[in-house]
């Protein structure tokens, strides 16, 4: 009983030497985001289409971003995406560019120009070579992160740095849903 009363407080010093009861309590780990399933396609084709009454977004532009990004994020010895047509591809990520506008914010008093917030509204369909959807969103709103100077908003569609910007925030945003399967 004696040593057993002594190993116990052994325990308990050698667990305070050590500083475990000080130690911060271990939170539990966020599940991986649902992945989802391309069914066996290897090469995707990406394209895009327009019905924006603006026509701001060039949509081969906006397809070959797309692709980049895609590949950028997903290992190419699974599945690799291309914005133009080939016979080998066995999928295809449709996106419809639905609306285009620009928000007038404030005017900045440095440069006196209009600071312009950027909306798109797109749709997205993720296709296997059957014609089965296996993703889609729709009405998907994406805006700018910041403001964009310009003096009106035709303007700043066409300035420099936007439609750069405008297609990695696309891309990125776009390519994340898929991956992260929110619908």
């Known amino acids: 009983m004696l ?3 002594l190993l116990a407080l052994a325990c308990a010093g050698g667990i305070l030497a050590i500083g475990a009861c000080f ?3 271990v939170r539990p780990q966020q599940p991986p985001p649902p ?3 391309f069914h066996g396609i290897r090469r995707l084709w990406v394209t895009a289409s327009s019905q924006s009454e603006t026509h701001h977004i060039d949509p081969s532009t906006l397809a070959a971003a797309v692709a980049y990004q895609f590949n950028l994020q997903v290992d190419n010895r699974v599945i690799t995406a291309s914005p133009s047509y080939g016979s080998s591809h066995d999928g295809t990520l449709q996106i419809d560019i ?3 506008s620009a928000a007038a914010q404030a005017i900045a008093a440095s440069s006196g120009k209009t600071q312009w917030t950027l909306d798109v509204t797109l749709n997205a369909t993720l296709t ?3 014609g089965a959807i296996l993703w889609h969103t729709t ?3 994406i805006r700018s992160p910041g403001p964009i100077a310009g003096p009106n908003s035709g303007a700043v569609w066409e300035s420099s740095p936007a439609p750069g910007q405008l297609r990695y925030w ?3 945003a776009l390519v994340n849903r898929l991956l992260n399967d929110l619908r």
């Open 3 to 5: 040593a057993k009363k």
């Open 23 to 25: 130690l911060p309590p």
């Open 35 to 37: 992945q989802i399933d």
């Open 98 to 100: 639905l609306n285009e």
């Open 128 to 130: 296997n070579s059957a």
């Open 139 to 141: 009405n998907f709103e």
């Open 170 to 172: 696309l891309s990125s």
